[in-house]
């Protein structure tokens, strides 16, 4: 059984810095491409960040790129969300992503099948 615990969340002031985790089991971490969407109020989902995963290849999304860095540690099935420089715009649920039945597959965006439940990140201005 696949699952995704993300963990990290919270409220942090415009210009800080938050890092989400999330924890997977039941599935072969180190050859699944992992990542992080996120979901404001009233907008649609939008993609934050992916990485391969080998770790040698990571994708961000144009609102993030230079802000976040995503990481993993195949050793501890564990993929890791930095997010520096928040602004308010960055407020939303984030959620941890696996292509946990797709072994060693390129990197793109889409075609995510494992889902975590969401993780709370508030920035106020």
């Known amino acids: 059984q696949v699952q995704l615990l993300e963990s990290g969340g919270g409220l942090v002031q415009a210009g800080g810095s938050l890092r989400l985790s999330c924890a997977a089991s039941?599935?072969?971490?180190?050859?699944?491409?992992m990542g992080w969407f996120r979901q404001a109020p009233g907008k649609e989902r939008e993609f934050v960040a992916a990485?391969?995963?080998?770790?040698?290849?990571?994708d961000y999304g144009d609102s993030v790129k230079g802000r976040f860095t995503i990481s993993r540690d195949n050793a501890k099935n564990t993929v890791y969300l930095q997010m520096n420089s928040l602004k308010p715009e960055d407020t939303a649920v984030y959620y941890c992503?696996?292509?946990?039945?797709?072994?060693?597959?390129?990197?793109?965006?889409?075609?995510?099948?494992?889902w975590g439940q969401g993780n709370q990140v508030t920035v106020s201005s």
């Open positions: 992503v696996a292509k946990a039945y797709q072994f060693r597959v390129s990197l793109s965006r889409s075609g995510f099948d494992s």
């Open positions: 039941g599935f072969t971490f180190s050859g699944s491409n």
């Open positions: 990485v391969s995963w080998s770790g040698r290849t990571t």
